[in-house]
Structure formats: C-alpha cells, structure tokens
Nanobody, 123 residues
C-alpha cells in the first residue's frame, strides 16, 4: 500500500546538521501519519519524531526536542527530518514509518517501514 524510502544519511561532525527525507516510492502518504525511529547497535528501536497527515500535530522524543524538526510536503509526498546540533549519541540507523490516520510513538503501531538510512556523528 505504501512503501517509504529514506535518504539523506551520512557522516557528520558533532554539532553539525543533516536532513533526512522519506518518500513514498509506492503508494502515497495520503491520510497517513509518519514517524521517524532510530536504532543503534545493541539497542532497541526508539521513537524520534512523528507528524500527522495534516502536519498540524508534531511529536518529538525528549532527547531530540529543540534540535530536530519534522515536516512534510504532501504535494511532494515527502516527510523530512531536519537534525541540528547532532551528538555522537544520535548515531543510529534512522527509519521512516507510516500508519493510517493516527500518530503514535509506538513502533508496533506502524505497518509500513522503510529500509533505513545510517546517520553517524563523529566526536
């Protein structure tokens, strides 16, 4: 139904910025909430941010508040995650996921997942 594809990951110095994009390569994000999650080696997947279909409701994990910004351009069928003031602890593989209607912080609530994009922050 919907196939998210992430892009924009890479290696960045601590304090720097990266912008991640999530596009629906198959289907559309119409009426879908979209979330960003990340997973570092040896750790469980954790919630980062989420956005409602309208873009009116934005949610952030406490660890990224004030540093990350989620947005979406429904005309381009794309969701963005702007990451500023990056820290080594932000190093992880970042995943985009979508679910119909309601936003959630729970990864199990999302049924469409991308392959992830690696973000590495050096000290």
């Amino acid at each position: 139904q919907v196939q998210p594809v992430e892009s924009g990951g890479g290696l960045v110095q601590a304090g720097g910025s990266l912008g991640l994009s999530c596009a629906a390569s198959v289907g559309t994000f119409t009426n879908h909430a979209v979330g960003w999650f990340r997973q570092a080696p040896g750790k469980e997947r954790e919630f980062v941010s989420a956005i409602s279909w309208s873009g009116e409701q934005l949610y952030y994990a406490d660890s990224v508040k004030g540093r990350f910004t989620i947005s979406r351009d429904n005309a381009k069928n794309t969701v963005f995650l702007q990451m500023n003031s990056l820290k080594p602890d932000d190093t992880a593989r970042y995943y985009c996921a979508a679910r119909t209607l309601f936003t959630s912080r729970d990864p199990s609530a999302y049924h469409f997942w991308g392959q992830g994009t690696q973000v590495t922050v050096s000290s």
